[in-house]
C-alpha cells in the first residue's frame, strides 16, 4: 500500500503515476504528464493523485495523450480485406468513435428516438404500442425493434487508426449506450478480413469519454441513421 | 296486508323476460300512454323480503335523464366556450323519454318498494339512481334506504334470475357517482373544446370550400387519442423507409428430408458483417450438432371470453366490427341466450356449475359431439386470466337455443361464443416439439419439428391453428456433418399494415382509453365524424411468417337496420347517438383497415405541433380520467374531486390551445387544402 503522505518529490510522483497508467494500458505522454502535474498538489496521497490522473486521462484523445509502440497499436495493414484471418495478441488500447447495433433496422431505431423526443416514454405519459400476445409456454414474441445486437464498433488506437470491430458473443458494457471516447483494451483477438471479432475475453472495458465527440454524437445520431437507412434529405 | 312492488327494468325486452320468469306465465300485460314499446307487466310473487307481493314491473329506454347547459349558454355565440367549464348544468327528461317518466312517476305513487332491475354495470347502476329519483317525484318515500333496492343479475336465464329476485342488494351510489362525473366532464370538456375548435377552423374550411353548409369539428377525450392511434400508423406506413438486411440459411438433406436451420441471429443490416461471419462458417465446412431435445409441448386453450376479446375476435373472424358485434351480442343476451355481453372478468368463479353449462350445450349444434365428449370425461377447468371486475362472468351460453332460429349474424356471434365456452372447458393441445441446434463456425443454427398429437380444445375452436411440421430425421448430439447447402440471402423490411379493427381495440385497452362498455362506440364516432375511413385490406399486405387466418364459411349478411336502438341507447356525450352509418361495417371480405381523412390528419397533426403539453391526441390524459373515475368507484375520491381535478387538466390544456391556434391552421392548410407547407 503506498504511503499516506506523499513526499512532494515532483519526479517520483511523476514516475509513480506514469507506471500505474501504464501498467492499465494508456501510457501518458511527457508532455500530459507535465500539465497533470501542474494542475494538482504534490503532497496529496499517491492513491488519489493516480485515481485522478486516470479520470482526467480516460477523458483525452488517446491519440495526442499517450505514447505510441508497435506493439501497443494496430500493424498498419490490419483493415486489410485480402487477409483472411489473424491472430493478435495485444494488448492494444483503444478509443471508442462510433456504435451501432447491426441487429435492428435503422428506421426502427429512428423510430424509437422519435417515439422518445415525443415524451412517451417519460413516467405517466407512457403509450404502449405494442401488445403481447398470448399464445401459450412457447410464444416466441419475435419483436425485432427489442433486439440487442450485435453491435458493431468504430475504433481507433493511439496511432490513429480506424478499424471495425463486431461483438460475437453480447459483451458487458457494449451497447448504443456507451460513451463515445471510451477506452478498451484489446487482447488475444482474431481480424477476419479486417473487421476485428470479440468476444467477452478478449475485452477490458476501461470507460471513460470525450464529452465534445459525446455530445456531436447524441445530436446528430437521428440523422445519422436516417441516412443509413435511406432517407433523402430535404424530405424524410 | 299485501305489499306492492315496482320492478324496472333498463329496456322493455329485459323487463318481459324477468316478468315471466318470477310469475310462471301468470302474466297481465298493460299498455301505457304515449309509448308503444314500454308496457306494464302485472302479476304477483312471494319475495323473501316482504312476502306475497302484487308486483309491476316496467321499463325505461336507457338513460332517463339528459344533461345540458342552461338556456343562455345554449347558442355557440352567446359566451366564451371557456365559460362552459363552469357554466351550470340543467337535468331534465328529453321529450322522447317524457312518457316513459310520466309512467314511472304514476306507477310510483301504488307501490311501497322500488326494485331497480337495470344491467349491472356502471352505467346501468346510473340510470338506476336516475329511476329512483324520477320514481321519487311521485313517491318521496322511495328515497328512504330500505325502499328502494336493486337485483344483481348477469344473465337473463330463469333460474338466475330467480335467484337474483330474492336477494336485492343496494344501489352503489359511488359507480352511479363515476357516471355522473364522466358524462358531466365530457359534456364540459367535449362543449367547450368543440364550439373553439369548430369556431377556429370552420371560417376557413367554408371560405376554402366555398360550402355553406354547418359542419361541426367535434372533440370528444376519447376519441381524439383513439384517432391519435389510426393517424400515427399511418404516418409510420408513409415514412415508412425500407432497408435491406442479409441472413445465412443452412438446409441439410438427410433421410431424404431436407431439413431448413434458422440462423440464431435471425437477419443483419450490415452486408460486410454477414459476408464474414458467412466465410467462417464455409471455412469450418462442418456442422456440429450441439442439442437435440425432445419435450411435450402444448397450445394453451383460449382464455375465458372478454368483451374485448370478443370485439377484436368479431372483427378477425367473424366480419363483424366492434360496434355491430356488441349489438348482436346484446341482441342475445336480451333473447337469454348468453351472458352479459359487457365484462372485463376472464376468470371463472370456482363455483360455477360449467359442466351444467357444457351438458345444455350437448343437445345440438355442429358442437353437440364435442360437448358430449366433455361431459364423458374430457372436461377441464378453465384457465383463470388476471382480470375480474367482480360485477359479470365471462361471457358465455347460458342455454341451448337452435342455431337456425338466430338471425345470420346472431348465429356467427352465437356459435363463437359457444365455440369459445367450451374451447375452455377443454384440455390444452398437447404436441412433441423436437429442437435441433448447429454450431456452424462460430454461428449457431436451429430448426424444430411439431408432432400435434392431441388437438383436444383445437377441435370445437377453428379459429387457432396448429399444425404438425415435417418430420425431422434423426440427429444425434456430437454428430458431424458437412451441411447440404448453406447461401447468404437478402431482404427488405415491409412497411406495418394501417391500423385494423383489432390492433386498434388492443391498442385502447393497453393504453386505458375508454372501458370494455365504450370502446366500440368511440371508433364509431370517429368514423361518422368523417376522421377516418375504412377499407378492406389488400390480402397480399399479409407479411411473411404470419398464419393462416382462420375463415369463416358463408359470406357475411349485408348491414340492414340496426334494431331499435333505444335499448342500447346510453347517449354517452352529448353530441352523439352511437349508432355508425355502417360505413364499413360487416364488410365482406377481408379485415377493416383505418385510414385518416385529410381532416384526421391534420387535427392530429395541428395538435401535435403545438407541444408537449397539450397532446389531446395521445391517451394519457384520458387514461388519467379513467383512472379517477376507477378511484370514485372504489371509494377514494369524490365525485366532486375529480371533476374539479380534471376540469382543471383541460383547462390547462384549453388555454395552450388557444395560443397556439395557428399550429392547427397551418395543419389544416397543409392536409385539407393541401398547400405546400
Known sequence: MASGNGTGNAEEVTASISAFLAAKHVPPTQAWMTAFISTIRLNTPIVALQKTALFRLLATDITTSTTKSAASCFATNITDPQVKERQVRGPITVQLLDVEDIGRSRWSQVEAIEAQERGETTKGREVIRVVPDDNGPDAATQNESKSSGPHKLLLQDANGLHVYAMELTSINGVGVQMAVGAKLVLKDFIVARGLILLEPRNVEMLGGKVDAWDRKWKED???????????????? | MVTKVLCVAEKPSIAKAVANHLAGGQVQTRNIQGNPYVKNYEFSYNFPTWGQCNVTMTSVLGHLLSHDFDAQYKSWRSCDPSALFEAHIETFVEDDKKAVAENIKQQARYNRVLYIWTDCDREGENIGTEIRSVASQGNPSFRQPGNTVRARFSNIERAHIINAARSP?????????????????????????TRNLTMSLR?????????????VISYGSCQFPTLGFVVERYIRVR????????????????????????????????????????????TARTARVTKVQTKPTSKWKPLPLTTVELQKCGSRFLRLDS?????????????????????ETDQFDRGMDLQGLVQKQTQGGPWAQFAQGLMNGGFSQPRSGRNNDKAHPPIHPVNFVV??????????????????????????????????????????????????????????????????????????????????????????????????????????????????????????????????????????????????????????????GRGRGRGRGRARARGGRGGAN???????????????????????????????????????????????????????????????????????????????LDSLRAAVRKYVF????
Open chain 2, 674 to 677: 393541401q398547400e405546400d407547407g
Open chain 2, 169 to 193: 342488494v343496494q344501489l352503489d351510489e359511488a359507480q352511479s357517482n363515476a357516471v355522473s362525473s364522466r358524462i358531466e366532464l365530457d359534456l364540459r370538456i367535449g362543449a367547450s373544446f
Open chain 2, 403 to 560: 342455431p337456425a332460429s338466430l338471425s345470420q349474424e346472431e348465429q356467427r356471434v352465437h356459435e363463437f361464443v359457444v365455440r369459445r365456452f367450451l374451447a375452455c372447458c377443454s384440455h390444452d393441445a398437447r404436441g412433441s416439439k423436437t429442437e435441433i441446434n448447429l454450431l456452424y463456425g462460430f454461428e449457431v443454427f436451429s430448426t424444430s419439428g411439431l408432432v400435434v398429437l392431441e388437438r383436444n380444445f383445437l377441435d370445437v375452436y377453428p379459429y387457432d391453428k396448429w399444425t404438425s411440421s415435417q418430420d425431422l430425421p434423426d440427429f444425434r448430439e456430437g454428430q458431424v456433418f458437412e451441411p447440404t447447402e448453406a447461401r447468404m440471402y437478402e431482404g427488405q423490411t415491409s412497411p406495418p399494415g394501417y391500423l385494423t379493427e383489432p390492433e386498434l381495440i388492443a391498442l385502447m385497452d393497453a393504453n386505458g382509453i375508454g372501458t370494455d362498455a365504450t370502446m366500440a362506440e368511440h371508433i364509431a364516432k370517429i368514423k361518422t365524424r368523417d376522421y377516418v375511413q375504412t377499407r378492406p385490406r389488400a390480402r397480399q399486405q399479409r407479411r411473411e411468417g404470419e398464419e393462416e387466418e382462420y375463415e369463416p364459411g358463408e359470406a357475411a349478411e349485408p348491414d340492414v
Open chain 2, 203 to 215: 371560417p376557413m374550411i367554408q371560405e376554402h370550400t366555398g360550402e355553406e353548409r354547418s359542419q
Open chain 2, 239 to 282: 415514412n415508412f423507409v425500407p432497408e435491406t438486411f442479409w441472413g445465412i440459411k443452412v438446409m441439410h438433406e438427410k433421410d431424404r428430408i431436407k431439413v431448413s436451420f434458422n440462423w440464431a441471429r435471425n437477419h443483419l443490416f450490415d452486408r460486410m458483417a454477414v459476408v464474414i461471419l458467412f466465410e467462417r462458417c464455409l
Open chain 2, 582 to 660: 355502417g360505413r364499413g361495417g360487416g364488410a365482406i371480405s377481408g379485415v377493416q383497415e383505418f385510414i385518416p381523412t385529410t381532416l384526421g390528419v391534420a387535427l392530429v397533426e395541428g395538435y401535435e405541433n403545438m407541444g408537449f403539453e397539450t397532446s389531446l391526441t395521445k391517451p394519457f390524459l384520458r387514461k388519467e380520467m379513467e383512472l379517477r373515475m376507477k378511484a370514485i368507484c372504489e371509494g377514494r375520491k369524490t365525485k366532486a374531486e375529480v371533476v374539479h381535478e380534471s376540469i382543471e387538466q383541460y383547462r390547462d390544456v384549453y388555454i395552450r390551445t388557444q395560443q397556439r
Open chain 2, 323 to 343: 360496434q355491430r358485434v356488441m349489438q348482436v351480442a346484446e341482441q342475445l343476451y336480451q333473447k337469454g341466450w348468453i351472458s352479459y355481453p359487457r365484462t
Open chain 1, 221 to 236: 445520431r437521428k440523422k445519422v441513421l436516417k441516412e443509413k437507412a435511406g432517407v433523402r434529405e430535404g424530405g424524410g
